[in-house]
């Protein structure tokens, strides 16, 4: 599953170039059939906007959101993009200027303001950035597009227009929420993120909001907390990006890269500082792995504890036989890969690409298998009996139980990243297949398929191209688990026509189609497929 390719001629600086977004949709060249059962759009999210003026975005998850949408129509394809009129964005284009502090790039007091304003505007506090990058997903009948703070943004998904900006603290505590929740096949979303608990000291939420709401009302106003997850350390929470969710159980991973919130509150009124400041990594603490009960939401009090990794995104997470199985995405050790994704860093020749890559953390995906039963077992046997797998979970004598995990695929500095899978099907039940986009030294340059039962692997990749995380759309009268489509947006600078959608068989990720269109596009994250 490794890469095929290098990158000398450095194309991929092309997907960190600034756009224009579209007045209206182009049309694109289709190669290759259509399926049929394509009648709704890919929607996907990502930075737009590099620069303002002469004042740079820094950091990756910094340029402003720009929304891009692929409607297929009897057989053919249409390419639309607008960037998301956020407060950031808004402000930024007014102003000239970055207004507002992102995740890696500091905004500097207005100029215009004497000493005295600015003095008085530190003590408003911090504006926290709307800049919805990263996701788009369904909440109800509405559609928003997302970051992790506390700012979720209502948007058309027809007309890309952007319609109104939510704050989650005014239905739930929290403190932000992820780009990744998990929603039920009866439209009900989970999502989790970092709050204060009880008696001044941070823990971590899920919240659980309703589907439709019979009376039309907002199914956000109904949100609520279900179930609290402990901190390890009091003022610092661990980042979250992502959770488990099986049928029965959450699975929170905190990981040992942790937000120094005092540093985070005191670091912005004194001099210019951003987001990725106010990270560090806790040495001593490992990786701890949490579970609950979903129902009721509750806690289980078992320490489950495992080496030090970096953690994004989940594949799938299922119970099987008194056990649940953890798939995850993991990059070793307790540096913080955010690191490795300043835009300077992502730009550079491939030599330079290649060298910073060697120092940062590797990637890895893993399965650790959770025992929900452990009461009665002695300590220093392994607890897992799941025939299948060779993870293991070990008691130790101060009841806090070992994982080590079964390596799914590893390849040196060549990350099997951006998990998907048959997810309405197969989300949180035992699987076969997960699709993902490799990333070579951090640069994105294939599609990849993985068995996670046999560890069989496929991949597709073209000289010069760069894909983006692939969705998996299931044939409607499909029986394997596998029967479907993936989509996947590429870049390929070098083309006439610099843009296209790709459509790959899910089997084995031969060519079905592809829509190409006379423009490029930038990186984008994550997204969803609107049948």
């Not at 970051?147 to 109104?164: A, Q």
């Not at 991973?253 to 005191?266: A, D, G, H, Y």
């Not at 009960?293 to 989940?314: L, Q, S």
Request: aromatic share 14%; charged share 20%.
């Amino acid at each position: 599953m490794a890469s095929r390719f290098e990158h000398p001629a450095g194309g991929y600086k092309k997907i960190f170039e600034t756009c224009e977004e579209l007045a209206e949709p182009l049309p694109a060249t289709v190669t290759g059939r259509i399926p049929s059962f394509l009648k709704g759009s890919l929607l996907r999210l990502g930075p737009g906007l590099f620069e303002i003026g002469d004042e740079p975005f820094y950091h990756l998850f910094d340029g402003q959101a720009l929304m891009h949408k692929f409607d297929f129509k009897n057989g053919q394809v249409t390419y639309h993009r607008k960037f998301i009129k956020t407060d950031a964005y808004v402000r930024a284009i007014t102003e000239k200027r970055v207004v507002i502090t992102e995740f890696g790039t500091f905004a500097y007091p207005d100029p215009c303001k004497n000493i005295f304003s600015r003095f008085f505007s530190y003590f408003k506090g911090v504006e926290v950035t709307d800049n919805c990058l990263v996701n788009v997903y369904p909440i109800g009948e509405d559609f928003y597009a997302v970051t992790e703070t506390n700012f979720i943004t209502k948007v058309n998904t027809d007309t890309l227009e952007t319609l109104k900006k939510v704050d989650m603290c005014n239905y739930v505590n929290i403190n932000g929420v992820t780009a990744h929740p998990h929603i039920e096949r009866d439209g009900t979303v989970y999502n989790i993120g970092n709050c204060m608990g009880k008696g001044a000291t941070l823990a971590y939420n899920i919240v659980k909001i309703p589907p439709t709401q019979k009376d039309k009302s907002d199914p956000i106003e109904k949100s609520k907390v279900v179930v609290q997850f402990p901190s390890a350390e009091r003022f610092k929470p661990s980042y979250v990006h992502s959770f488990g969710m099986s049928d029965n159980y959450f699975v929170f991973v905190e990981t040992p890269v942790k937000i120094n919130l005092l540093k985070f509150l005191s670091a912005w009124s004194i001099r210019g500082s951003n987001y990725m400041d106010c990270f560090e990594s806790n040495e001593a603490q490992g990786t701890l792995f949490h579970i609950a009960r979903k129902y009721p939401g509750e806690y289980i009090n078992d320490k489950f504890k495992g080496a030090p990794i970096g953690m994004f995104h989940h594949i799938n997470t299922y119970e099987d036989q008194g056990f649940i199985v953890v798939d995850l995405c993991a990059w070793k050790g307790i540096e913080f890969v955010y690191n490795y994704l300043w835009l300077a860093n992502l730009r550079a020749n491939w030599d330079e690409v290649k060298k910073a890559a060697m120092m940062a953390p590797q990637p890895e995906v893993r399965r650790y298998v959770i025992p929900l039963d452990i009461h009665k077992e002695e300590q220093g046997k392994n607890l897992v009996s799941l025939p299948y797998t060779t993870a293991t979970a070990v008691m130790h004598a101060d009841g806090m139980i070992w994982l080590e995990p079964e390596v799914l695929f590893s390849g040196p500095r060549q990350a099997f990243e951006f998990p998907q899978i048959n997810y309405k099907r197969f989300g949180g039940k035992n699987y076969s297949y997960a699709y993902g986009l490799g990333l070579n030294h951090f640069i994105p340059d294939r599609i990849c398929k993985l068995n996670v039962k046999t560890k069989e692997t496929w991949v597709w990749q073209e000289p010069d191209s760069y894909p983006s995380e692939p969705l998996f759309v299931q044939t409607p009268d499909g029986v394997d688990e596998d029967d479907g489509v993936l989509l996947t947006i590429v870049v390929a600078p070098g083309s006439q026509r610099p843009g296209y959608l790709l459509i790959l068989n899910a089997k084995d990720l031969s060519e079905i189609a592809r829509a190409e269109v006379e423009c490029s596009m930038p990186v984008t994250f994550h997204g969803m497929y609107k049948p």
